[in-house]
Antibody
Framework: EVQLVESGGGLVKPGGSLRLSCAAS????????MNWVRQAPGKGLEWVSS????????YSADSIKGRFTVSRDSAKNSLYLQMNSLRAEDTAVYYC????????????????WGQGTTVTVSS | SYVLTQPPSGSVAPGQTASISCGGN??????VLWYQQKPGQAPVLVIY???ARPSGIPQRFSGSNSGNTATLTISRVEAGDEADYYC???????????FGGGTKLTVL
């Protein structure tokens, strides 16, 4: 079955760290760019970060630059998001999404999404 | 920075046509994507490259893009189309993906 399954969410104190994982199955992981998108409670979608199929290019939202790092491991068919210096405003459901293409850009629509993992930043 | 503007809400009667707009400066020069998100579910891609439909998306869903407005059109609306809809573009100036604020479509 073609799917993405996120894990690693939870409750963390402000200033803390968390590492999210996304396990891909049912498709050739190394042929697709990958993305993280988040959604705060009751709010809209916010793009977080994207990585090309070969990890050559990484792009990130200004709101998380310097704090979050995206990476991938094709041997494990997995995508990761290392989140440091977490803030209350990072509280959200974090979705992993597959890009249609190996590269990032207009053609790289997010054509497969996981069900999300919830991150809560609170003292 | 580039901004995508969507109306917060809209409504349509079953069987009628719904049009959801996404405004942006000269958005017609960009490729627009559209996603559908039902309550408690992950988003689903319904339109890419302005008007292309992924496999499995009904022909009732179509898109257009010109000037300063992109539009998602849903024909013969069904109760199951009630959802939040988001537009998205890749901003080459900032090398970032941008989402519109979303439109909640209510089927009366």
């Amino acid at each position: 079955e073609v799917q993405l399954v996120e894990s690693g969410g939870g409750l963390v104190k402000p200033g803390g760290s968390l590492r999210l994982s996304c396990a891909a199955s049912g498709f050739t992981f190394s042929s697709h760019s990958m993305n993280w998108v988040r959604q705060a409670p009751g709010k809209g979608l916010e793009w977080v970060s994207s990585i090309t199929s070969s990890s050559t290019y990484i792009y990130s939202a200004d709101s998380i630059k310097g704090r979050f790092t995206v990476s991938r491991d094709s041997a494990k068919n997995s995508l990761y998001l290392q989140m440091n210096s977490l803030r209350a405003e990072d509280t959200a459901v974090y979705y992993c999404a597959r890009g249609r293409t190996p590269g990032i850009g207009a053609g790289g629509a997010f054509d497969l999404w996981g069900q999300g993992t919830t991150v809560t930043v609170s003292s | 920075s580039y901004v995508l503007t969507q109306p917060p809400s809209g409504s349509v009667a079953p069987g009628q046509t719904a049009s959801i707009s996404c405004g942006g400066n000269n958005i017609g020069s960009r490729s627009v994507l559209w996603y559908q998100q039902k309550p408690g579910q992950a988003p689903v891609l319904v339109i890419y490259y302005d008007n292309a439909r992924p496999s499995g998306i009904p022909q009732r869903f179509s898109g257009s893009n010109s000037g300063n407005t992109a539009t998602l059109t849903i024909s013969r609306v069904e109760a199951g189309d009630e959802a939040d809809y988001y537009c998205q573009v890749w901003d080459t100036d900032s090398d970032q993906w941008l989402f519109g604020g979303g439109t909640k479509l209510t089927v009366l």
